[in-house]
């Protein structure tokens, strides 16, 4: 599952990306360094060459460019937007740069005018702007053609005595000479920008650099990064991204889970913060998001503190993580299939249940895999002879249906498991929602105070009862 864009990923880490580097915007900016240069050094060869056969009479920046050549030349031809883009116009004599289209004015934010052309021709020039005779501004003119932003900016731009020639520069370095980096970032920000005035929650750049800035492990900083992107595993994540799953917390089911209430909210959560009197005092205040409570962490308490609560923050995901491991090491109550079907759903009753723990596998599947091998052997023990077995593993039921080979790292498993079962009188596997299933849940968490396992079969604890009239209501 992908969550978070590849767009996002190649953010700079102040604007809430990874920093990776997006390979075709590189390439765009290395062609734009090539446009440069036929723009600047009009003494090489190079531009001598290009300029003969497609521009003769005038710049690459031109609209009557001719666009037919080569592949290397269509490529060049397309990085001019960049240029275009970032680069501002020194204003000497006004000759060449267009009052409307052009960006020649610093300042602004896009660099060019917006204010309406009335009367003047789509093509004028800044050259109608400037007294040729004292080569300064038209005062007068350019507040009356302007809003008061762009006509004070205007009129701040220093002339020159004399009618230089008007130039390129690239404002986004010390040198104001074109540079590969400072191009690429050119184009990741304006992204960012655009998003940003499309977006009413991204986020100031502060809260970034206070997660980098943190000195604790990198995976930590990372685990930050994912909660404030809403990027975790949450149930409401899931939900969202449409996994069938419920959406509120399997723990307290007060809730929806997401990063905020998994960290922060729930019960087991407040309980471990309270143990810490430096955080009390943010107990009772109320936050929209995981974000909203790092903001306020990162604002309101010291080194020390920001340091505990992001590696406690870590703890809680990981005590999560286990959790939901643990889900797998349990093994639910077996009942005889025709004895369900012959009274009718929540009218059974309980034969036996097993607790068991595994060792941790590479992957969790595994486990579930190995839970429905006991869960057979289980059922063979009792003498049981009609038994519908249900798990909310899709991977294993599918397997365990299955007739044809499994080639999985957990197939041998699935092959002993098939063996075993053909020595009941009939059988199913059946797949059912983790919500019905909540027994399992019960089971697991007894499983932690347990050694290696535990079989109830005439009384049963009441939390599993009560667990299992729920499970067969469904």
């Given at each position: 599952m992908h969550w978070v864009s590849w767009d996002k990923m190649c953010l700079a880490k102040r604007h809430g990306g990874m920093g990776f580097r997006d390979m075709r915007k590189f390439n765009d900016s290395l062609l734009a360094k090539q446009v440069w240069r036929l723009i600047h050094n009009d003494q090489s060869l190079f531009c001598k060459v290009f300029k003969a056969r497609f521009f003769p009479h005038?710049?690459?920046?031109?609209?009557?460019?001719?666009?037919?050549?080569?592949?290397?030349?269509?490529?060049?031809?397309?990085?001019?937007?960049?240029?275009?883009?970032?680069?501002?116009?020194?204003?000497?004599?006004?000759?060449?740069?267009?009052?409307?289209?052009?960006?020649?004015?610093?300042?602004?934010?896009?660099?060019?005018?917006?204010?309406?052309?009335?009367?003047?021709?789509?093509?004028?020039?800044?050259?109608?702007?400037?007294?040729?005779?004292?080569?300064?501004?038209?005062?007068?003119?350019?507040?009356?053609?302007f809003n008061p932003i762009e006509a004070q900016k205007i009129l701040g731009l220093p002339l020159s005595n004399h009618a230089n020639p008007n130039k390129l520069y690239w404002p986004h370095t010390a040198s104001s000479t074109f540079s590969v980096r400072s191009a690429y970032h050119?184009?990741?920000?304006?992204?960012?920008?655009?998003?940003?005035?499309?977006?009413?929650?991204?986020?100031?750049?502060?809260?970034?650099?206070?997660?980098?800035?943190?000195?604790?492990?990198?995976?930590?900083?990372?685990?930050?990064?994912?909660?404030?992107?809403?990027?975790?595993?949450?149930?409401?994540?899931?939900?969202?991204?449409?996994?069938?799953?419920?959406?509120?917390?399997?723990?307290?089911?007060?809730?929806?889970?997401?990063?905020?209430?998994?960290?922060?909210?729930?019960?087991?959560?407040?309980?471990?913060?309270?143990?810490?009197?430096?955080?009390?005092?943010?107990?009772?205040?109320?936050?929209?998001?995981?974000t909203d409570l790092l903001v306020r962490v990162s604002n309101t308490m010291d080194e020390k503190l920001h340091l505990i609560f992001a590696v406690q923050a870590w703890l809680l995901w990981i005590i999560y993580l286990i959790m939901l491991d643990l889900h797998a090491v349990q093994l639910t109550q077996l009942l005889p299939a025709g004895f369900l079907h012959k009274l009718g759903p929540g009218k059974g009753y309980a034969l036996a249940a097993l607790s068991q723990k595994f060792p941790i596998p590479h992957v969790p599947v595994v486990i579930e895999a190995m839970a429905a091998r006991v869960a057979v052997q289980l059922a063979l023990d009792l003498k049981l002879d009609r038994v519908s077995f249900e798990g909310d593993s899709t991977q294993v039921i599918t397997a365990l249906q299955s007739s044809e080979s499994n080639y999985s790292s957990y197939g041998h498993l699935v092959a002993e498991t098939q063996n075993k079962i053909l020595s009941l009188q009939s059988f199913t596997f059946e797949h059912v929602l983790r919500s019905a299933n909540s027994v399992a849940h019960v089971l697991a968490k007894k499983a932690i105070s347990i050694e290696s396992s535990y079989l109830w079969l005439s009384s049963m604890p009441h939390d599993v009862i009560s667990c299992l009239q729920a499970d067969l209501a469904h």
């Open positions: 005038g710049s690459i920046l031109d609209d009557d460019v001719k666009i037919n050549g080569s592949y290397a030349w269509k490529s060049i031809i397309q990085a001019r937007s960049i240029i275009q883009k970032g680069a501002l116009w020194r204003i000497g004599s006004g000759n060449k740069a267009k009052i409307w289209g052009d960006n020649w004015v610093p300042g602004l934010t896009s660099g060019h005018i917006t204010s309406e052309r009335h009367y003047f021709p789509e093509n004028a020039k800044v050259a109608n702007l400037i007294d040729q005779v004292s080569n300064t501004w038209k005062r007068p003119l350019i507040q009356h053609l050119l184009q990741i920000c304006s992204e960012y920008l655009f998003d940003a005035q499309q977006s009413q929650t991204t986020m100031d750049s502060t809260i970034w650099r206070f997660i980098w800035g943190l000195n604790t492990p990198p995976k930590i900083r990372h685990f930050l990064w994912r909660a404030c992107t809403k990027s975790l595993p949450t149930r409401k994540n899931l939900y969202q991204r449409h996994i069938p799953i419920d959406p509120l917390c399997s723990e307290c089911s007060q809730s929806e889970e997401d990063a905020l209430h998994a960290l922060w909210g729930c019960q087991v959560a407040v309980n471990l913060w309270a143990k810490n009197t430096s955080f009390q005092s943010l107990q009772g205040s109320s936050f929209t998001s995981f």
